[in-house]
């Protein structure tokens, strides 16, 4: 249940609570002015009782019939009650019932037990008429039961009506007017939800209330001070990338230059040797093929190693050349089990860095993962630029993978594309075939990025 229909849930309780406590409080205020006219009748006639009890001695009268029911008449009293003189002898015993209005709603049954059990319709005030010293009778009246039931009926039908009818006009109001003061709350979830999902440049507007609209700005705060640490962060990231790649560069640079010209010597001065050895003496000529195949082996673990350090074929050769080139030794290296295929676009070669060079490992990285795992027969690469100034990399397999299994984590290489493809600002998404296999699409843009600092080393 929202927080619209609770806060209305409880006020209709508060609001019946109140219509009860208001039912109540009108039956008795209706039971208390009945009891008031009864005792207020019950005095009126004991003082005309005295009064002609004092005129009957003051004129020694005593010819009159004594009480006069007809002077009680004037008095009037509770509607359908009845009025009566009680003496110490019956030869003056009177009575007087005031006429009996129909009422014109009848009530329910509940309601005359209901009444009947909690007040007095049926009460009887007592009145003792005295002078003289002497107690002459006792004017007792009595209410009609049905009449004060049916008067209390009537109030309460006439206060609860009222009442209902207010208390569903307020509901009604107070239901578009919560509706109304919590409408900021649906856009704050809904920024909320955005943000969420990664539009940080997105804002919350200034709501007219105040509690909203400092909700808003402190949302909007945290908002910005999120967004300027993952700039930051990506900005760093970015930073420490192209430094990794520029020492990778130097790194590669300086053992090629002194590493591999040592080698490339020390091949030289082998086969001197082994040209030497072979007329002067021939014993040595097996510890000089030993150096030759040593030097050779770490000619090639050389070279493997300054291709995982840094692919000169991007710095030399470009990077649609470089792919090429890729593909081509995985088709060789693979045989006849997966066949690789590429689409580039031609104006690829146009990219600033550090772009070229994280395409190219970022396809390497995709290319190893298709070999371990995904036991495809098709593997095809498509990398194009955008009119809206990003290059897409889209690379798709046959295989066996799926997203299920990168569900909860990342492996190491997919982790690291992830990095990379965060640090740029780009976007990285994994999908699947319907026939089966796998789809990494790395969307980089092109002008939002700082380039690389200068390599002091170079």
């Known amino acids: 249940m929202n927080l619209q229909a609770q806060l209305l849930v409880r006020i209709l309780i508060i609001a019946v609570?109140?219509?009860?406590?208001?039912?109540?409080?009108?039956?008795?205020?209706?039971?208390?002015?009945?009891?008031?006219?009864?005792?207020?009748?019950a005095k009126r006639i004991e003082r005309q009782t005295r009064q002609q009890l004092?005129?009957?001695?003051?004129?020694?009268?005593?010819?009159?019939?004594?009480?006069?029911?007809?002077?009680?008449?004037?008095?009037?009293g509770v509607p359908g009650s009845c009025t009566q003189f009680l003496s110490r002898t019956q030869s003056r015993q009177r009575s007087l019932c005031n006429d009996i209005v129909e009422p014109e709603k009848k009530y329910p049954a509940w309601f005359a037990a209901f009444y009947k059990q909690f007040f007095t319709p049926d009460l009887e005030v007592r009145e003792s008429v005295n002078f003289n010293a002497i107690k002459y009778g006792t004017v007792l009246v009595s209410l009609n039961t049905h009449m004060e039931t049916a008067r209390a009926w009537s109030n309460l039908r006439a206060v609860t009506g009222v009442m209902t009818a207010t208390i569903l006009v307020l509901c009604f109001l107070v239901f578009f007017t919560i509706g109304r003061m919590l409408k900021p709350a649906h856009h704050i979830v809904k920024g909320l939800e955005k943000m969420r999902e990664g539009e940080l440049s997105l804002r919350l507007p200034a709501f007219e209330i105040a509690e909203w609209k400092r909700t808003s700005q402190a949302i909007n705060a945290l908002v910005s001070s999120q967004q300027d640490t993952?700039?930051?962060?990506?900005?760093?990231?970015?930073?420490?990338?192209?430094?990794?790649e520029e020492e990778h560069r130097y790194i590669t640079r300086e053992l090629h230059d002194e590493f591999g010209q040592c080698l490339a010597g020390i091949n030289a001065m082998t086969t001197s040797i082994a040209q030497t050895?072979?007329?002067?003496?021939?014993?040595?000529?097996?510890?000089?093929?030993?150096?030759?195949?040593?030097?050779?082996?770490?000619?090639?673990?050389?070279?493997?190693?300054?291709?995982?350090?840094?692919?000169?074929?991007?710095?030399?050769?470009?990077?649609?050349?470089?792919l090429q080139q890729l593909i081509r030794s995985w088709n060789q290296r693979s045989g006849e089990q997966t066949h690789y295929g590429i689409t580039v676009d031609p104006l690829v070669d146009?990219?600033?860095?550090?772009?070229?060079?994280?395409?190219?490992?970022?396809v390497q990285e995709c290319l190893t993962n298709i070999a371990k795992?995904?036991?495809?027969?098709?593997?095809?690469?498509m990398l194009k630029l955008s009119a809206s100034d990003s290059v897409t990399l889209l690379i798709r397999d046959d295989g066996i993978a799926d997203t299920k299994s990168f569900s909860n984590t990342l492996g190491i290489g997919l982790l690291g594309i992830h990095e990379r493809v965060t640090a740029l600002g780009g976007t990285f998404s994994l999908g699947t075939e319907k026939t089966g296999g796998l789809i990494v699409t790395v969307t980089l843009p092109v002008n939002n990025y700082s380039p690389s600092e200068p390599n002091n080393n170079e």
């Open 17 to 41: 609570i109140c219509l009860l406590c208001s039912a109540w409080y009108v039956l008795y205020q209706t039971n208390q002015q009945s009891v008031f006219e009864a005792e207020q009748t």
């Open 54 to 76: 004092l005129d009957m001695f003051q004129r020694y009268d005593f010819s009159r019939s004594f009480p006069d029911v007809n002077l009680w008449r004037g008095i009037g």
């Open 230 to 244: 993952l700039a930051e962060n990506k900005r760093l990231a970015l930073k420490l990338m192209n430094a990794q």
């Open 277 to 322: 050895a072979k007329k002067d003496c021939p014993a040595l000529l097996e510890e000089v093929n030993s150096i030759s195949h040593i030097t050779t082996h770490m000619m090639t673990a050389l070279r493997n190693l300054l291709t995982r350090l840094r692919p000169a074929e991007v710095d030399d050769l470009g990077l649609t050349t470089s």
């Open 350 to 362: 146009e990219l600033p860095e550090p772009i070229p060079v994280n395409i190219y490992r970022i």
């Open 373 to 381: 795992h995904a036991n495809a027969t098709q593997a095809d690469i």
